[in-house]
């Protein structure tokens, strides 16, 4: 395994104790500067509140695209492939029409048999009754 790169200075690479040092010196001072600016309770409250939130977000929002893919699996619907999708949602919606015209439709021609019927009833009725001597 190669060892990590070394920081090159001007007078050549930097030993491990001189990174070390580096880097102590570099948290020292990030770390005086935290101090210098040093947040109230309510304004660290408010950060952890908002992380919070995020968090909370980030995990309604993949609980929930995890159940309508897990829904749309269930019924033998392919999730990442949103056209298709949406196409057969379409051709649900319009076989539903097509099913609300058709029973119109069919009830229509029953009552129009049905008064055929009672028309042709009366009028086999007279014509039987002209015809009795």
């Known amino acids: 395994m190669s060892s990590p790169p070394r920081r090159m200075f001007r007078t050549g690479m930097a030993t491990d104790a001189e990174i070390r040092t580096i880097a102590e010196e570099a948290a020292t001072r990030a770390a005086a500067k935290v101090v210098q600016q040093q947040p109230s309770y309510d304004e660290v409250r408010e950060m952890v509140q908002e992380s919070v939130n995020r968090s909370v977000k980030d995990a309604v929002r993949d609980a929930a695209q995890l ?6 699996i269930s019924f033998g619907l392919d999730p990442k492939d949103r056209s298709e999708t949406m196409k057969d949602f379409s051709y649900l919606r319009d076989i539903r ?18 008064v055929g019927a009672i028309v042709f009833a009366i009028w086999a ?6 015809k009795m001597p």
């Open 67 to 72: 159940a309508v893919a897990d829904a749309l």
């Open 97 to 114: 029409k097509l099913s609300g015209d058709t029973r119109k439709h069919v009830t229509f021609a029953f009552l129009t048999l049905l």
């Open 125 to 130: 009725g007279i014509k039987y009754s002209v």
